[in-house]
């Protein structure tokens, strides 16, 4: 038999096929105040400026998150009309102004903030100062540490601005040349996270339908004399998971200075994710200080499978070959552009599994 290659991403194409009563895509998140809103379905109004096209030259109000062409500003390109000789694509940029809160019981706090989705370039400025570097590229989220900048106890002033048509060719050749609409603006959530000093920056968790849930997380600050507490209950029922040796949680300490700290545990008695019975739980990380109190919680829903690719035979999951059916999804919307929300995600995800499909290739 040829050698077998298990996967440990916690994202793959099966993952796209959720029971359709849990589907809750942009959902509120515990450590989340969003300045935006998240979805089509759900929007703020912040002060707008666009250089060229419809409604230009002028402040006006619009919705995030949402391309601007779908809000009445700037020109619509198809991006065919990069290879038509003498034709460019339309270049307009956007100004992007909101005003919001930053109490003084922040203070002593690290103040982040994430943009989901920019199209294209991103020069963000917090009260007239710069966040940092311009991001580029239009279908990844992106942070930015804005502690310092921010005045406690007073209004503060975000600034984003958007360059539709990106500086930089590689990224242009990869995400706007080719058959679909070229589109500016932000289109996908904006918010604040306010965390410890030292707290939990990203994991990443793999469990088996086996019950083994192994956790790579990476930590920001010096974690050492800290504990990552690991708990996992029923999403149906809300009830906690056992572990093997019959305690409720797994707990890590941190022995060391290091960035990346390693988890594994194994519960007992779990239902395994497979497509047609989306079996799925919470998985809740708590870190604890030195003084023993839990100053940071992270939560994320999982499913128990294993995914196994064996060449020239086939896809395995549970140990079961998967035949792999499928089409493609495009995340737009006639109302939004590329920005959707968790309704037509669910109505999506209903029409495909009434097709006996079970597996997605999602674009973008």
């Known amino acids: 038999?040829?050698?077998?290659?298990?996967?440990?991403?916690?994202?793959?194409?099966?993952?796209?096929?959720?029971?359709?009563?849990?589907?809750?895509?942009?959902?509120?998140?515990?450590?989340?105040?969003?300045?935006?809103?998240?979805?089509?379905?759900?929007?703020?109004?912040?002060?707008?400026?666009?250089?060229?096209?419809?409604?230009?030259?002028?402040w006006k109000k619009i919705e995030?998150?949402?391309?601007?062409?779908?809000q009445g500003f700037g020109e619509y390109t198809y991006g065919r009309w990069y290879?038509?000789?003498?034709?460019?694509?339309?270049?307009?940029?956007?100004t992007y102004r909101y005003k919001f809160d930053v109490p003084k019981s922040w203070a002593g706090q690290r103040v982040k903030i994430f943009?989901?989705?920019?199209?294209?370039?991103?020069?963000?400025?917090?009260?007239?100062?710069?966040?940092?570097?311009?991001?580029?590229?239009?279908?990844?989220?992106?942070?930015?540490?804005?502690?310092?900048?921010?005045?406690?106890?007073?209004?503060?002033?975000?600034?984003?601005k958007v360059a539709k048509e990106s500086a930089n060719r590689s990224i242009n050749a990869a995400e706007r040349k080719a058959d679909w609409w070229l589109f500016g603006g932000i289109y996908r959530p904006v918010w604040l996270e306010v965390l410890p000093q030292v707290h939990m920056e990203h994991f990443v968790l793999n469990a088996d339908h086996q019950g083994k849930l192994q956790a790579a997380v990476d930590?920001?600050?010096?974690?050492?004399?800290?504990?990552?507490i690991v708990s996992v209950r029923s999403l149906?029922?809300?009830?906690?998971?056992?572990?093997?040796?019959?305690?409720?949680?797994?707990?890590?300490?941190?022995?060391?200075?290091?960035?990346?700290?390693?988890?594994?545990?194994?519960?007992?008695?779990?239902?395994?994710?497979?497509?047609?019975?989306?079996?799925?739980?919470?998985?809740?990380?708590?870190?604890?200080?030195?003084?023993?109190?839990?100053?940071?919680?992270?939560?994320?829903?999982?499913?128990f499978r294993t995914v196994e690719f064996f060449p020239q035979d086939g896809v395995y999951l549970n140990g079961t070959k998967l035949v792999v059916k499928g089409i493609n999804r495009h995340s737009f919307s006639v109302d939004g552009g590329r920005t959707t929300s968790a309704a037509l995600s669910r109505m999506d995800a209903l029409l495909i599994k009434e097709m006996n499909m079970n597996a997605i290739r999602s674009h973008y």
């Open 219 to 228: 930590m920001a600050g010096d974690a050492k004399g800290h504990e990552i």
């Open 83 to 94: 290879t038509i000789k003498g034709q460019r694509p339309s270049d307009e940029t956007g």
């Open 236 to 303: 149906k029922d809300g009830k906690n998971v056992y572990t093997s040796n019959g305690q409720t949680t797994i707990t890590h300490p941190i022995n060391n200075s290091n960035k990346e700290q390693m988890i594994s545990g194994e519960w007992a008695s779990i239902i395994p994710w497979s497509t047609e019975n989306p079996n799925l739980y919470v998985a809740k990380l708590e870190l604890k200080n030195p003084e023993g109190k839990i100053v940071q919680t992270r939560e994320t829903r999982i499913g």
């Open 115 to 160: 943009f989901d989705g920019v199209m294209t370039d991103a020069e963000i400025m917090i009260n007239g100062k710069p966040a940092g570097e311009m991001h580029q590229g239009g279908f990844y989220r992106f942070n930015y540490d804005i502690t310092e900048l921010l005045n406690l106890g007073k209004k503060n002033q975000l600034e984003v």
């Open 64 to 70: 995030v998150p949402c391309n601007w062409e779908l």
């Open 1 to 58: 038999m040829n050698k077998k290659f298990r996967c440990l991403l916690v994202s793959l194409i099966f993952t796209a096929m959720w029971n359709g009563a849990t589907i809750q895509a942009q959902a509120p998140h515990p450590e989340r105040i969003y300045l935006s809103g998240t979805g089509i379905d759900n929007t703020k109004t912040w002060d707008f400026f666009c250089s060229a096209g419809q409604n230009s030259g002028k």
